[in-house]
């Protein structure tokens, strides 16, 4: 399979991340390797990385909590602490092996330890080589809110290996999916119903699957790395997501959401929106709204819910003036930027997507 080029870097995928690795390795003097894990990917991928790390280089091994509510600047603080007493300098290397919040807050920590050193991110779970793999983006939350503070930089590569899927948990696999099923509804209708027809693939069909995703999400990125337009379109479902995502972690009474469990939510009251303002039709809100049912289990959320969540859209990162921007489907595989709605609109949306 082939690499993908993107802004600055390539994606390797497979046998090749590992020939890309060695040769790097062999070629550029770094004084030492930095390896930034959680004890879960510690545990079920660090072996794996290990084995494939054919280098003389010095390298040590950085481990943190796993989670969503570590990333955050206290953390980043220890992240800095921690490279300053093992001796990292300018010329050192992080390499992030782990999920979304591994490779957005390693990021971060590389762009500004002594003002910036090299990185290279190993997503290890489906959600972070379909989504976090592409763009550039790294940030950490400030309190419950998400990815607040950051910035877009690249890494030296992205590795891409669906070996570290094995030991994934069914939940980690379906918060993954969201995301590639957002790809297919805001820019390929044909991969949008492959996805759809999940009981006639395989698991051989998985790296062909991801390796989709990369190439749509790269595709728009290219066109717009710094999101000033089209790349706006990749966050359908997040402006509500994000919200639903920060409430469930802040508020005690509810279960804490996976990402892509939160932007399930917001991809059904998302469309539902599309639909009120006859962008979609109501044959496919039916269809968006029955394969996410069917995919997600169906969260509930009282008037107060709802109300508390609408408030925490006026903290979203792609507000312009105080006034919330949607992204919404201009029919499936389409899209439209910068809708301003109604709160009530909004609310009749969670009411729906109870229904």
Avoid at 67 to 85: P, S
Avoid at 215 to 231: A, F, H, S, W, Y
Avoid at 245 to 270: P, Q
Avoid at 272 to 279: A, G, H, R, T, V
Wanted: glycine share 8%; with cysteine; net charge negative.
């Amino acid at each position: 399979m082939h690499s993908i080029q993107t802004n600055g870097h390539n994606i390797f995928f497979g046998e090749h991340c590992y020939t890309f690795l060695k040769q790097h390795l062999s070629q550029t003097p770094y004084s030492k390797i930095f390896v930034l894990t959680d004890s879960n990917t510690s545990q079920y991928c660090l072996p794996q990385f290990l084995a494939n790390l054919a280098t003389d280089i010095p390298f040590e091994i950085i481990e943190i909590e796993p989670g969503e509510e570590h990333k955050n600047i206290l953390t980043c603080t220890e992240l800095w602490q921690a490279l300053t007493d093992l001796g990292a300098d300018r010329k050192s290397l992080l390499v992030n092996l782990g999920g979304g919040v591994i490779t957005d807050m390693g990021g971060f920590v590389a762009a500004t330890f002594k003002r910036g050193i090299a990185f290279i991110n190993i997503p290890t779970t489906l959600l972070a080589m379909v989504d976090a793999s592409v763009g550039g983006k790294t940030g950490i939350d400030l309190g419950v809110l998400k990815n607040q503070v950051g910035i877009i930089i690249n890494p030296v590569a992205v590795l891409i290996d669906k070996e570290y899927l094995n030991t994934l948990p069914a939940n980690q696999m379906r918060s993954g999916l969201a995301e590639m099923l957002k790809h297919g509804l805001i820019a390929d209708t044909e991969y949008w119903w492959k996805l759809n027809n999940l009981n006639d693939l395989t698991t051989e069909d998985l790296e062909d699957l991801i390796y989709t995703s990369v190439t749509i999400k790269n595709n728009i990125v290219l066109q717009d790395p710094t999101e000033k337009g089209i790349r706006k379109t990749l966050n359908f479902g997040h402006t509500i997501g994000h919200a639903v995502e920060s409430y469930c972690l802040a508020n005690i009474n509810k279960e804490t959401l996976l990402h892509g469990e939160a932007i399930a939510v917001g991809m059904v009251t998302e469309a539902y929106l599309s639909k009120e303002l006859s962008l979609l039709s109501e044959n496919e809100y039916k269809e968006i709204k029955k394969a996410f049912t069917g995919f997600y289990p169906r969260v509930a959320f009282t008037n107060e819910d709802i109300n508390e969540i609408i408030l925490l859209l006026s903290h979203d990162k792609k507000n312009d003036a105080g006034k919330v921007q949607f992204v919404l489907l201009n029919g499936i595989g389409k899209t439209i930027v910068d809708k301003q709605l109604s709160n009530s609109l909004i609310f009749n949306a969670f009411q729906d997507y109870q229904n």
